[in-house]
C-alpha cells in the first residue's frame, strides 16, 4: 500500500527514510510501522504491566480500575505481577549483554591458546591494565599466557563463587557503601540473571520491593559485569576505539561496489568479515566481476562496534534495517545477535539480497545459515565474502534505487581513553569545564528506535536542546546514530551548542555529541562518570549527569536504565515502561527511589519536555555542588 | 443509513476472545486524561460502559443495545433516560435524574450501571463526539463493529457459504461443521 506524504513524515525525520518508506511500500514491502499499524490497538492490560502468565493456572490479569480481579489465580496482586514482569525484563536484557560478553571471553581464551587463527590481542595495554585488575600479574607471562589467564577469571565472574564482581573495583567507595547496605551488590554475572529467573517464579518472592530491588542488581550484574566485560574484551581483542571520521545513511551503500551490510551487536564475526574484504584474492574477484571494490557497512550495534574502530560508515539505525534491503543494493547481509527484526529474511527474498546468519543460537526464518566458531571465522569470512562478490552480479536494475542523498559525515570512537587523550590525559580539564560553567553537566543519549515514536526525532530534538544549553552529550547504540545523520557529530556542530561548549568543542576539535560506542559500551559512559566522581572524591549521583532513553524498545534498555539508576544517574524514557498498572512501583521508582539511590526515572514521551527536566536536574546538581 | 442516525455497536460473538481491550478503552474514553497511563491514576476512577462476561463457555462483551422500545426508558419517571429519534440512541439526561434506579433493574441486559456517588446512572453513550467508538476501534478481533460493517460482513459471509458450498458440491450445514473460514 502506497503511503501519503503525511504517512511518510509522520514515520521519519530521516531524508534517506522518507525516499526508501516509499520505495519499500511500492516494492509491496510491510516494514515494521505497517506491522505495528497492524497491532494496534495493543493490550491495555500487557502496556500496563497488568499481565502475567508465568504459570498454567493462569494467564491472569489485574484489573487496574478496580472493579475486577485483582488477584491472580495464585493470589499476586498488582503490585506483584508488575515486578515480576519487570524483572524479567531486567533478567533478559542482562542476559543478553553478558552472553555477548562470555563469547567475548571465549575467543579471548582461545586467542592465547591458539586456536582462534586470524584473531590476535590488539590493545596489550588494556590487556595488562585489566589483568591487573583481576590480580593477575602481568610480569614474565606473554600475551597470549595472560590472554588465558584472564579469560579464566572473568568466566569465573559469571558462576557463583564472587562475593563481588571485580569491575567493582571502579566503582566510587560511597556508591558501593549504599549498595552494600541495600543488599545490592553483584555477586555472579549469571547468578543475577539466574535468581531472578527463580524469584519471579509462582510462589517464591511476593514482596514487590525485593524482587525490585533484586531487579537493580541483577542490572548491576549487567552494567559492571557482563557489558563490562563485553566492552573491555572487545577492546582487548579489536583495539581501543580512537577518533575516527565516517559518514552514516543510506548513501553509504555504493551502486558501483559490492555492499555487505553488518547488523547485530557483537564484533567478533563482523571484524573477521572486515578483514576478508581487505583480502587481495577477493577484491580482484570483485573487479573481476565489474565491481569498484567491497564496500562494508553497518547496522545498529555490530555496526557501531566497527565504526568505532575501524570507521566503518553506518547504513542507519534499528528502523533503517528493512529499508536498508530495499534499496537493492546489498548483496549480503550478515547478522549475528539482538535487534534483528525476523521479518529480514523474508524481506530480502525480493530483491537478489543474500541473508547470513552466523550465530548457534540466532537463527532467522529465510536466511541462510553460516556459523562461526573461533577455530574457522577466518575461513568462513573468506567464504562468506566471496559469495557476496559473486552475488554482485545478480543485482536487479529494476528494484535499484541508490539514496539520493550524500552520506553525512561523522566523528566516532570516543572510548574512554580516547576523551582523556583529548584532554591531555586526565579528566582536570572537563572537571574544570564543568566547574566553570562552560559546560554545564554531561547527558547520555542512548537506546533504540521504536516505531511508536517518529523515527529519531526523540533523540534528535532531546539532544539539540541538550548542547543549546551547553550540555555536552555523549552516546551510543541507535541514538548516535540518529544524532550522526542528523549531523550533530562533527566538529562544525559545535556551532549548533551553547557558547560555552561550543568553545569546549572549538579548542579540543571535537564534535558537541560524542560517539561511545554501542549499546554494551554504555559501560564506557559509566566508567567515565565513575572516574569524575574518583577524581573528586565523590559519589556519581553528585555529578551534573543524567541519562535519557528517547526511543528505547528492548529488553536490554530496560536492563541498562536500571544500572544507570543503581549507579547514581538520573535517567529519562521517553517509551513508558510496563509499571503503570502499580501505582506503588511507580512512585517508588519516580520519587522515593532518590532518597535511596540519589537517582531515580521519569518518564516522559515529550523530547522537549524532558529536556527541560533533565536541565533543571542539572541545575540542582550543580547548586548542590556550590557551582 | 439516514445520516443523522448514529449506528450502534454490533457484536460478532465469535470472534471475542475475552481480552477485555473493549473495557479498558471505554474507562480511556470517560476519562479526563484521555491516556490509559494517566487514566489509572485518575480519582474518581473513569467508569466502563461495557462488560465482558463469562457467559455459557465463552466470553460476551455485553454493552447498551439503544433498543428503540426500551424497558429503561419505559420505566423511568422523569424522562431522564429518552429514545432520541434523531440519533436512534437512548439519550440520558443527568439533570433530570433522580437517581431511582428503576432504569438498572430495567434492563433486560444489566448494562446500566448504578452511578457511585459522582453520577446517577452510567450507560453507554456510544461514545459521544467520537465517529468510531472506543471499543470498536480497540477490538483486536474486530468482534465489535458498527452496525453496516456488521450488516455488509453477514451477507458477504452468507454468499461466500453458499458458493463455497455448491462448489464443494455439500450441503450449507455439512460445510459450517467442517469449519468453514465462511462460518457466521
Ligand atoms: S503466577 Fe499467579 S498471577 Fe501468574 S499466571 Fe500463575 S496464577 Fe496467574
Ligand atoms: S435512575 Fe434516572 S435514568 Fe434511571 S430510571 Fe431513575 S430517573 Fe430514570
Ligand atoms: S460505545 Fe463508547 S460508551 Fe459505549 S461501550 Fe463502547 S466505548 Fe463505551
Ligand atoms: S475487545 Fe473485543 S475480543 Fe476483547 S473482550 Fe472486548 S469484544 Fe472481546
Known amino acids: 500500500m502506497l503511503l501519503t506524504k503525511a504517512e511518510i513524515e509522520a514515520r521519519t525525520i530521516t531524508e534517506d527514510g522518507q525516499v526508501f518508506l516509499q520505495k519499500a511500500a511500492q516494492d509491496g514491502l510491510e516494514t515494521v510501522w505497517d506491522r505495528y499499524q497492524a497491532q494496534k490497538p495493543q493490550c491495555g492490560f500487557c502496556e ?209 561496489q559490492v555492499n555487505i551490510v553488518l547488523h547485530g551487536h557483537n564484533p567478533i564475526v563482523s571484524e573477521m568479515i572486515y578483514e576478508a574484504a581487505q583480502d587481495p584474492e577477493l577484491l580482484a574477484l570483485a573487479s573481476e566481476k565489474g565491481a569498484e571494490g567491497i564496500n562494508l557497512a553497518g547496522l545498529c550495534c555490530t555496526g557501531n562496534e566497527l565504526l568505532m ?65 573461533p577455530e574457522t571465522a577466518q575461513s568462513k569470512a573468506r567464504e562468506l565474502v566471496r559469495m557476496a562478490v559473486e552475488n554482485y552480479e545478480r543485482r536487479l536494475p529494476a528494484k535499484v534505487l541508490p539514496a539520493p542523498n550524500t552520506p553525512t559525515r561523522m566523528m566516532a570512537g570516543f572510548s574512554v581513553e580516547a576523551i582523556l587523550g583529548a584532554l591531555g590525559g586526565s579528566p582536570a580539564p572537563l572537571i574544570e569545564a564543568i566547574k566553570s560553567g562552560a559546560v554545564q553537566g554531561a547527558v547520555g543519549v542512548v537506546g533504540c528506535n521504536n516505531p511508536k ?144 539511590l540519589g537517582a531515580s526515572f521519569a518518564v516522559e514521551p515529550d523530547p522537549e519536555k524532558a529536556a527541560a527536566r533533565i536541565e533543571q536536574h542539572i541545575r540542582q546538581k550543580r547548586k548542590a555542588l556550590g557551582l | 443509513m439516514d445520516e443523522s442516525l448514529r449506528e450502534r455497536v454490533m457484536v460478532r ?13 471505554c474507562r480511556v474514553a470517560h476519562s479526563q486524561s484521555g491516556t490509559l497511563w494517566g487514566a489509572v491514576m485518575e480519582e474518581p476512577k473513569p467508569r466502563r460502559r461495557i462488560f465482558v462476561e463469562q457467559a455459557a463457555e465463552s466470553p460476551a462483551p455485553f454493552l447498551c443495545r439503544h433498543c428503540e422500545d426500551a424497558p429503561c426508558v419505559r420505566c423511568c419517571p422523569t424522562g431522564a433516560l429518552r429514545f432520541d429519534e434523531t440519533s436512534g440512541l437512548v439519550a440520558y439526561a443527568v439533570d433530570r435524574c433522580i437517581g431511582c434506579h428503576a432504569c438498572v433493574m430495567a434492563c433486560p441486559f444489566g448494562v446500566v450501571q448504578p452511578g457511585r456517588g459522582d453520577l446517577f446512572v452510567v450507560k453507554c453513550d456510544r461514545c459521544e463526539g467520537r465517529d468510531r467508538p472506543a471499543c470498536v476501534e480497540a477490538c483486536p478481533t474486530r468482534a465489535l463493529v458498527l452496525e453496516t460493517a456488521f450488516l455488509v460482513d453477514r451477507r458477504r459471509r452468507a454468499v461466500g457459504r453458499f458458493v463455497e458450498a455448491a462448489r464443494l458440491d455439500i450441503s450449507e450445514a455439512d460445510l459450517m461443521a467442517a469449519g468453514s473460514a465462511q462460518s457466521p
Open chain 1, 453 to 596: 515514536i517518529r523515527q529519531d526525532f526523540g533523540h534528535v530534538t532531546l539532544t539539540r536542546h541538550l548542547i543549546e544549553n551547553d550540555i555536552l552529550v555523549v552516546d551510543t547504540g541507535c541514538a548516535a546514530v540518529a544524532h550522526a545523520k542528523a549531523g550533530l557529530k562533527v566538529p562544525e556542530a559545535a556551532a549548533l551548542a551553547g557558547p560555552g561548549l561550543q568553545q569546549v568543542c572549538k579548542s579540543l576539535g571535537i564534535p558537541p555529541v560524542l560517539h561511545m560506542g554501542s549499546c554494551v559500551d554504555n559501560v564506557r559512559i559509566l566508567d567515565l562518570a565513575a572516574a569524575l566522581a574518583n577524581a573528586l572524591g565523590t559519589d556519581i549521583s553528585d555529578l551534573p549527569l543524567a541519562a535519557a532513553a528517547p526511543e528505547w524498545y528492548s529488553e536490554k534498555a530496560v536492563s541498562i536504565a536500571c544500572y544507570a539508576v543503581a549507579s547514581g544517574i538520573f535517567t529519562v524514557l521517553g517509551t513508558p515502561p510496563p509499571i503503570f498498572g502499580s501505582p506503588k512501583i511507580v512512585k517508588l521508582l519516580t520519587e522515593d527511589i532518590e532518597g535511596l
Open chain 1, 309 to 373: 574502530r575501524r570507521g566503518i560508515p553506518m547504513a542507519g539505525n534499528h528502523l533503517m534495517t528493512e529499508l536498508a534491503l530495499s534499496t537493492g543494493l546489498v548483496d549480503m547481509m550478515i547478522v549475528d545477535y539482538q535487534c534483528i527484526m525476523p521479518a529480514l529474511g523474508e524481506i530480502a527474498t525480493c530483491y537478489h539480497t543474500l541473508m547470513i546468519s552466523t550465530s548457534d543460537k540466532a537463527k532467522f526464518p529465510h536466511m541462510a545459515h553460516h556459523e562461526f566458531h
Open chain 2, 13 to 25: 460473538l465469535e470472534r471475542c476472545v475475552g481480552c477485555r481491550s473493549c473495557e479498558l478503552a
Open chain 1, 48 to 256: 500496563l504491566g497488568l499481565s502475567c502468565r508465568n504459570c498454567s493456572m493462569g494467564p491472569c490479569r489485574i484489573d487496574p480500575f478496580g472493579e475486577g480481579p485483582q488477584r491472580g489465580v495464585c493470589g499476586a496482586d498488582a503490585d506483584i505481577i508488575v515486578a515480576r514482569n519487570l524483572g524479567r525484563m531486567i533478567a533478559a536484557g542482562a542476559a543478553s549483554h553478558s552472553d555477548h560478553g562470555r563469547d567475548l571471553v571465549e575467543v579471548l581464551r582461545k586467542v592465547g591458546e591458539g586456536h582462534a587463527p586470524g584473531y590476535t590481542i590488539r590493545s596489550e595495554e588494556k590487556l595488562k591494565k585489566v589483568a591487573a585488575e583481576f590480580g593477575i600479574a602481568a610480569d614474565g607471562k606473554t600475551p597470549a599466557d595472560l590472554a588465558v589467564e584472564l579469560a579464566h577469571a572473568m568466566e569465573e565472574e559469571f558462576g557463583t563463587r564472587k562475593k563481588a564482581l571485580t569491575f567493582l573495583g571502579r566503582v566510587p567507595e560511597k556508591r558501593r557503601a549504599i549498595w552494600d547496605k541495600l543488599g545490592i551488590t553483584p555477586r555472579g554475572i549469571d547468578r543475577e540473571t539466574s535468581e531472578m529467573m527463580h524469584r519471579t517464579h509462582m510462589g517464591v518472592d511476593n514482596d514487590w520491593q525485593s524482587l525490585l530491588l533484586h531487579g537493580l542488581r541483577n542490572a548491576l550484574s549487567d552494567g559492571w559485569g557482563g557489558s563490562f566485560i563485553a566492552t573491555e574484551v572487545s577492546d582487548i581483542l579489536f583495539g581501543i576505539p580512537q577518533p575516527v571520521p565516517s559518514e552514516v545513511n543510506l548513501g553509504v551503500l555504493k551502486e558501483n
